[in-house]
């Protein structure tokens, strides 16, 4: 059973930081595709990164880069994203999903129904 789940979540002043983690089980980490999403509320879902399991390309969406890094750990079945200079409008719930067959690359987007596989979640709220 594939398992994806998220922690490093919380409450952050704005210019904080904050990295989230998404450990995996259940599948081989190294042949999947990493994606993370965040919602905000009454928003729709938005991929902001990904990486790719093959060759390690990422994707960043507008609206992160220069802030987001994305790695993944494959001896650990891990992947962070480190979140820098956090804006109150990054409050959202943050998702990690995992695809087998999606590979990641610029100029994107990403979209959540090119992933099959979803965390539970963990919130970022960042205080102004």
């Known amino acids: 059973e594939v398992q994806l789940v998220e922690s490093g979540g919380g409450l952050v002043q704005a210019g904080g930081s904050l990295r989230l983690s998404c450990a995996a089980s259940?599948?081989?980490?190294?042949?999947?595709?990493i994606g993370w999403f965040r919602q905000a509320p009454g928003k729709e879902r938005e991929g902001i990164s990904c990486i790719s399991s093959s060759d390690g390309s990422t994707y960043y969406a507008d609206s992160v880069n220069g802030r987001v890094t994305i790695s993944r750990d494959n001896a650990k079945n891990t992947v962070h994203l480190l979140l820098d200079s956090l804006k109150p409008e990054d409050t959202a719930v943050y998702y990690c999903a995992a695809d087998g067959d999606y590979y990641c690359d610029a100029p994107g987007p990403v979209l959540a129904r090119d992933f099959t596989s979803w965390g539970q979640g963990t919130q970022v709220t960042v205080s102004s």
């Open positions: 259940g599948f081989t980490f190294d042949d999947y595709t």
